[in-house]
């Protein structure tokens, strides 16, 4: 069973539903959630916030956060998290923001860098990823550990 079916079936045993929130991964992981035939039983929602307006206007996110810290910060992506928890009406929120590359990187926050934040019943929590490869091998991974931090949160 892969991710998105294991995350579909935890979510239905326990009837919840979830939303996303996404940045870097541009709509992927809304995607894989509804590659699946009977999603609309838990997936409710994914929002595409590429902009720091948009996780501004659609998620609620402080701008004094943005400046203070930038789009790839952990307390950006809990505010987005956040944000579409108060916002959706769902149990469970994911927000995804980060460095895909091949551009766009510093030393401060390197292409592949990737901050993960989910929110729910368990409360919100983030984690900083640091991934390897193209901008393609970027995303993919972080698709699979925003799955991988939910299931966790599931049990």
């Given at each position: 069973m892969n991710q998105a079916a294991a995350v579909a079936a935890r979510l239905l045993e326990r009837r919840e539903w979830l939303a996303v929130a996404e940045?870097?991964?541009g709509g992927l992981i809304a995607a894989a959630c509804t590659d699946l035939p009977g999603s609309s039983?838990?997936?409710e929602c994914g929002l595409v916030s590429y902009s720091n307006r948009a996780k501004q206007a659609l998620l609620g996110v402080p701008q004094a956060l943005l400046d203070a810290h930038g789009a790839v910060s952990e307390?950006?992506?809990l505010a987005?998290?956040?944000g579409l928890l108060r916002r959706?009406?769902?149990q469970h929120a994911i927000a995804v923001s980060g460095i895909a590359g091949p551009g766009g990187g510093t030393?401060?926050?390197p292409v592949g860098s990737v901050w993960i934040a989910w929110a729910?019943?368990?409360g919100s929590e983030a984690r900083q990823f640091h991934f390897a490869g193209d901008r393609?091998?970027?995303r993919a991974q972080a698709v699979m550990a925003a799955f991988d931090g939910l299931l966790q949160r599931l049990g």
């Open positions: 940045s870097c991964t039983a838990w997936f307390p950006v992506v987005m998290a956040e959706a009406p769902v030393a401060q926050k729910g019943p368990y393609t091998a970027v």
